[in-house]
């Protein structure tokens, strides 16, 4: 014989499988440490979050492990940048996991409503490692991180509706702190207008361009092509015609040496840089690592 309830208990039932819902957390990946930072900023403990990739990896050049396949099956939701910065990983282990969510409603792409830089005119192989929907690399840019937390936190909210309200305070408080640190890094990024530099590959333009930066070129040819004798001696001749402080900001995943010895000729100052979250051993946040950086580049201007 079935049980009927009363009105009171079906009430107080359907508050606690709320409640039991709300209270199991989310099962979150991310491709880079930039998103796990700021998910775990707007989940809080309503999500647990890891990244594929760290802080020091050539995210062009990731490996598809198994333990990462096995991850992401068990993942209520991946978050990635888009553009096709993840291209040479994330399809392949997704398809892997063979995990339904993350074909659909648990596919979180945070530059969506963004407004990329350097959409290429031309698409050939000729031009080395392209991006045909822009430059990926939106991550440092310091006027990113509110986009990407207003993206996560929506779709956060589609996941686990039960926990919108903590999701959506977090946010507030986010970019609270976003919008202080901002004020903070444009008085002291005033001194970077018009410094001239040179990077390995070009992943540093919305930093540049947000403090009025100017790129004299970069030491890969082309975007993914190793660096050529006849181009290095282009760039040093680019360099050695510069009057005034001459950077050359080095990512943490290509080598010193090459830097080093055009740094030699030129007089150039090579400067570390992060380009992902722990890229540099201060750069434990997204906010973190937009520090680190002006804090790298201001020391090398001094």
């Known amino acids: 014989m079935k049980r009927k309830f009363r009105p009171l208990e079906l009430l107080l039932l359907t508050i606690a499988l709320s409640s039991a819902a709300a209270d199991k957390a989310l099962n979150v990946m991310t491709t880079i440490p930039d998103l796990a930072d700021i998910a775990r900023e707007i989940g809080g403990h309503a999500i647990t979050v890891e990244s594929i990739v760290s802080g020091t990896d050539d995210i062009h050049a990731v490996s598809v492990r198994p333990s990462l396949v096995a991850k992401l099956a068990r993942a209520d939701a991946v978050i990635e940048i888009g553009l096709d910065l993840e291209h040479s990983f994330l399809p392949s282990l997704v398809e892997a996991a063979n995990n339904p969510k ?149 990512e943490p995943q290509y080598s010193d040496a090459l830097p080093t010895a055009i740094a030699a000729q030129t007089g150039a100052k090579v400067v570390k840089i992060a380009i992902m979250v722990d890229g540099l051993p201060e750069a434990k946040t997204w906010i973190g690592m937009i520090d680190a950086n002006l804090e790298a580049i201001i020391k090398a201007l001094e």
């Open 102 to 250: 993350l074909k659909r409603e648990g596919r979180i792409v945070v530059s969506e409503g963004m407004i990329p830089k350097d959409v290429p005119t031309v698409i050939s192989r000729a031009e080395g490692e392209q991006h045909p929907e822009g430059n990926p690399h939106m991550n440092v840019g310091p006027d990113s991180g509110k986009r990407f937390a207003k993206n996560i936190c929506a779709r956060l909210c589609e996941l686990a509706p039960g926990n919108e309200s903590l999701f959506k305070a977090n946010l507030k408080t986010y970019l609270a702190k976003v919008a202080d640190k901002e004020k903070e890094w444009k008085a002291k990024g005033a001194k970077l207008k018009g410094v001239k530099f040179v990077t390995y590959h070009p992943d540093f333009v919305y930093f540049s361009d947000y403090f009025g930066m100017e790129s004299v070129g970069t030491l890969e040819p082309k975007p993914g092509i190793p660096p050529s004798a006849s181009h290095t001696a282009q760039i040093i001749t680019r360099l050695k015609e510069i009057n005034g402080t001459k950077l050359i900001l080095r």
